[in-house]
């Protein structure tokens, strides 16, 4: 079984199904690594989607600057955008990252998602690629996977240290676990349970026998085991519920907002560790009337804008977090969007 494998530029890879993986490298291969260096490495695998690039390229600015690490960056994209990926990395301050660019084929959610007007944007194929970590990601044994609203202001060592309990293929964030200075009232609608993502009207939902009152988990920052993973078929099982989801209209948008974390909810069931709740203070986007104190923010290790509310959009709060970290477009498409622009 191989390991690990050099990618030249350009190369192309497809896993055991057949699925491309088309990944682009930015190591010479120049025989200078070994499989027993890539312990060293931490993989934080990324989605740079066409409409919101430079959010990911805010994210990984962060990351970069913020660590010692030996931090490996895996982008993932859509073909039709992965040229423009490369060119904003090469010709920006972020030159000198180690990545490497990942075509994800959405073929492979053929049939697996459910068409959904709530919110359309929740639908987009890279929102799933966290089901997919380890087709994408071959060598390495802990993975790091987060959403492109985020900003990290800690060592994104300290998040690869996350211990993970034996037998748990994941380490997340518990939504009852928000440090109290980050007060739900302000955030109408947020939920936090099962019930709010889950149809438990429906009798496959009923059959599981999990609590409608059992704590939700975001899934915007995940720490992996790629082992555990594997063998417990994860991605497999996360399927199974995504088709039986596109047959019995089993969880949609309109409950919790992201038709992604519902399937992950149900498989991961008591089946997952804890990631410290300094690193993943979100909801930053839900509502554009909802702030926290500065200092708070400040020791947050990592700040998520999920919702609506984006901060390189208006109207959005807390910009000033996000945007010392923005990297201009080398080709001018992405702006930012402010009140008096």
Not at 38 to 55: F, K, N, Q, S, Y
Not at 191 to 207: A, E, F, H, P, V
Not at 239 to 248: A, G, L, S, T
Not at 318 to 341: I, M, Q, Y
Request: aromatic share 10%.
């Amino acid at each position: 079984m191989i390991l690990y494998k050099k990618v030249h530029k350009g190369a192309v890879l497809k896993n055991e199904a057949g699925m491309l993986l088309g990944t682009l490298s930015m190591f010479p291969d120049d025989g200078s690594e070994t499989p027993e260096e890539l312990d060293e490495e931490i993989p934080v695998v990324i989605c740079a989607a066409a409409g919101r690039m430079g959010a990911a390229m805010a994210a990984i600015n962060s990351i970069y600057s913020n660590t010692d690490a030996n931090v490996l960056f895996y982008v993932v994209g859509l073909r039709n955008t992965l040229s423009r990926i490369r060119k904003w990395i090469e010709h920006s301050k972020l030159r000198e990252i180690n990545f490497k660019i990942v075509e994800f084929n959405p073929m492979v959610l053929k049939g697996k998602i459910r068409p959904d007007s709530s919110r359309p944007e929740l639908l987009q194929p890279l929102n799933f690629v966290r089901f997919y970590l380890p087709l994408l990601i071959q060598q390495h044994e802990k993975v790091i996977y987060v959403d492109d609203d985020v900003i990290v202001q800690g060592d994104i060592q300290e998040l690869y240290d996350t211990t993970l309990t034996m037998g748990h293929a994941a380490a997340f964030s518990s939504d009852c676990d928000l440090p109290t200075a980050q007060d739900l009232t302000k955030l109408v609608g947020l939920q936090n349970t099962y019930m709010g993502y889950l149809d438990y009207r429906k009798k496959s939902i009923k059959d599981l026998g999990i609590s409608p009152s059992t704590c939700s988990f975001n899934p915007g920052v995940i720490v992996a085991n790629m082992t555990e993973w594997k063998h417990q078929r994860i991605t497999k099982q996360l399927e199974k519920w995504m088709q039986k989801n596109v047959e019995e209209n089993l969880y949609s948008s309109s409950l919790g907002g992201g038709v992604a974390t519902s399937p992950l909810l149900i498989v991961f069931h008591e089946k997952y560790s804890a990631l410290n709740p300094l690193w993943h203070i979100r909801h930053l986007g839900w509502s554009p009337d909802a702030r926290y104190s500065e200092h708070f923010l400040q020791a947050a290790k990592l700040l998520h804008w999920n919702g609506r509310y984006k901060p390189w959009d208006f109207p959005s709060v807390h910009t000033d977090f996000w945007e010392s970290w923005f990297v201009p477009d080398p080709a001018g498409v992405f702006k930012l969007h402010r009140h008096n622009s």
